[in-house]
């Protein structure tokens, strides 16, 4: 039996105060000549290493009418180059005993690599590799081979009930050539005409040693960990990290001009779908703001288990949602809090009733300290336990860097939630939780009568 990394889950109720100090990991980090960012923590619990290399790149940064380039070049990223042809990269890895991920967000992108410890010399050096060779070998047979891939990712989302709002969504909340009001995927029509000549600027603007976090996590020597970095990536030129726009490039506005609105705005999407959907959608902050704890709390205190302010009423006593959730979403230039009920045939209009009634209650009288404890209790278990993972650990600790400059931020960072009190839960809800929100009905074309009155029409983008 491994034991716990972090045993902080034992005070389900939070009777007793966890222990934060489990969480101050102090890796090893070292920054190299080129700019690269390395950061080591050390874990002998098993003999396993996960690698994670992210770069301060992902949808935010595509080229104006371009846009999925950061998502196709992930892609793209694993066509091989001179040394290690195409299909290599994961043929190496996986007869090494190793697993490898990617993936982009707007944010982000992110390559990951977990499997013995041996591994790691093996990784390190695919990846220089693939930054050092992959742009002068990008063949034009390349681009359309991951473009027609990436065309049936999206076709996948498209009929997907639960993921093909989402792009409206996005559209709908983020105001017009806002860096996330588009998909990651991009659009159809802009993935289709993603040609050589950008995807190539592209990757040498972003695709640079200064613009990148390597984490490294487990059972390794740290300072021979970061030998074998400079050994493979510290030959990478130096280059300057491109400049990347901040949240006060977009700003949201004041409580009553939020991105351009000045009121609700009802939209309704027509799709061929089981169940009726309502999204209901705010803007909110970015990573980091000292509201982020307050508004996650506020949402596990909405929804996520039985007891919670909306599925008792909407799904454990009554029966009026089919699904139910809150989430909260927060990037590098803002953030959302986003409601989403389904229901079969019947009006959405009792869904929208319910969640105001209870986030009036909740603006006029803070919640319970019981229900603050319970949601904190949950989402605690949840995250710390998620970080027993190698990679999601290391992952975390790349998102530390980049976020707060600081490796070491777990334990501040997830004492902040430690921190919400009753009252500091009202007042996000009455300061980010406003009358300018986003309110989209899914419904079948046959079936408008179920949406939301006064809603028009949109289209995923």
């Known amino acids: 039996m491994v034991t716990p990394l972090f045993p902080l889950w034992a005070c389900a109720a939070l009777a007793m105060e966890p222990d934060l100090s489990a969480l101050r990991l102090s890796p090893t980090t070292a920054t190299l000549d080129n700019g690269l960012t390395v950061a080591v923590h050390e874990d002998h619990r098993a003999p396993i290493v996960a690698i994670s290399l992210r770069y301060r790149v992902g949808a935010a940064e595509d080229p104006p009418g371009a846009s999925g380039t950061a998502h196709l070049f992930e ?3 694993f066509e091989g180059t001179e040394r290690v042809p195409s299909g290599q990269y994961d043929a190496l890895l996986a007869a ?3 697993t490898n991920n990617a993936w982009t967000d707007h944010d982000w992108t992110t390559y990951q ?8 010399d093996l990784a390190l050096f695919l990846e220089a590799d693939r930054l050092a060779g992959l742009s002068t070998g990008l063949k034009a047979e390349d681009i359309a081979n991951q473009r027609d891939v990436v065309l049936n990712e999206r076709l996948g989302d498209e009929i997907t009930d639960d993921i093909y709002p989402i ?13 996330y009001s588009l998909p990651v995927l991009g659009t159809r029509v802009d993935v289709q005409g993603a040609e050589r000549d950008t995807l190539v600027a592209f990757f040498e603007a972003h695709y640079v040693a200064s613009n990148a976090v390597l984490t490294i996590v487990g059972d390794v020597d740290a300072q021979e960990a970061i030998a074998l970095a400079e050994r493979h990536l510290g030959a990478l030129p130096l280059a300057p990290a491109p400049a990347r726009v901040g949240p006060e490039d977009w ?35 970015p ?48 953030g959302t809090f986003v409601f989403h009920a389904t229901r079969d045939d019947r009006r959405l209009k009792p869904l929208l009733r319910v969640l105001d009634r209870e986030l ?8 319970s300290q019981e229900e603050i404890d319970r949601a904190i209790s949950i989402w605690w278990a949840d995250t710390v336990r998620a970080l027993e993972d190698h990679e999601a650990l290391a992952d975390a600790i790349g998102e530390c860097i980049v976020t707060f400059d600081e490796p070491d931020c777990l334990a501040d960072d997830l004492g902040r939630y430690l921190a919400v009190t009753p009252e ?5 809800a009455n300061t980010w939780l406003v009358e300018q929100r986003v309110v989209l009905s899914v419904v079948s074309a046959g079936e408008r009568r179920l949406e939301i009155p006064g809603s028009a029409e949109v289209y995923a983008p």
Do not use: C, K
């Open 287 to 334: 990573r980091g703001h000292p509201d982020e704890p307050a508004l996650d709390v506020l949402s596990m205190v909405l929804s996520g288990a039985q007891g919670t302010r909306l599925d008792d009423p909407l799904y454990y006593r009554r029966s009026r949602a089919t699904g139910l959730s809150v989430w909260t979403g927060n990037g590098r230039l803002g």
């Open 96 to 98: 090494a005993g190793a």
């Open 113 to 120: 690599v977990q499997g013995p410890p041996e591994v790691l």
């Open 75 to 77: 892609h793209l990223m």
């Open 251 to 285: 700003p949201r506005g004041d409580p009553g001009w939020v991105y351009g609105r000045f009121t609700e705005e009802r939209w309704v999407m027509l799709e061929d779908i089981d169940d009726q959907a309502l999204y209901v959608a705010w803007n909110t902050v």
């Open 424 to 428: 500091d839960v009202q007042r996000v």
């Open 360 to 367: 009036d209650r909740i603006r006029e009288t803070p919640p």
């Open 167 to 179: 792009y409206a969504l996005h559209w709908l909340v983020w105001p017009y050539e806002h860096p």
